[in-house]
């Protein structure tokens, strides 16, 4: 059963900085792709930023690009979301997620863990 755990969210300053972090398990395969998706209230859930398992395909949304970067270390099943010049938009729930198709962050699996929140003050 794969297994995801979140952490590393909290509250900052816009302009600030967060790292997020996922450890995986479970995965029966060596290759895998994971997500960062987010979720504010009253808004659609947005697929911020993915990556596969050995860091050579990566993807960022409009809203993230040139602020986020992700990346993974597959010997700690661990992937981070570098999060810099926050902005209160930012705001949100934070979920690791894996998906099927890293470019576009589309086609997520049904597994969701208890996200992590990011609040970002103005």
């Known amino acids: 059963e794969v297994?995801?755990?979140e952490s590393g969210g909290g509250l900052v300053q816009a302009g600030g900085s967060l790292r997020l972090s996922c450890v995986a398990s479970g995965f029966t395969s060596d290759y895998y792709a994971l997500g960062w998706f987010r979720q504010a209230p009253g808004k659609e859930r947005e697929g911020v930023s993915c990556i596969d398992s050995t860091?050579?395909?990566?993807?960022?949304?409009?809203?993230?690009?040139?602020?986020?970067?992700?990346?993974?270390?597959?010997?700690?099943n661990t992937v981070y979301l570098q999060m810099?010049?926050?902005?209160?938009?930012?705001?949100?729930?934070?979920?690791c997620v894996p998906v099927r198709i890293v470019v576009g962050c589309?086609?997520?699996?049904?597994y969701w863990g208890q996200g992590t929140q990011v609040t970002v003050s103005s």
């Open 84 to 95: 810099n010049s926050l902005k209160p938009e930012d705001t949100a729930v934070y979920y």
């Open 55 to 76: 860091g050579g395909t990566t993807y960022y949304s409009d809203s993230v690009k040139g602020r986020f970067t992700i990346s993974s270390d597959s010997a700690k």
């Open 3 to 5: 297994h995801l755990v």
């Open 106 to 110: 589309r086609a997520p699996y049904d």
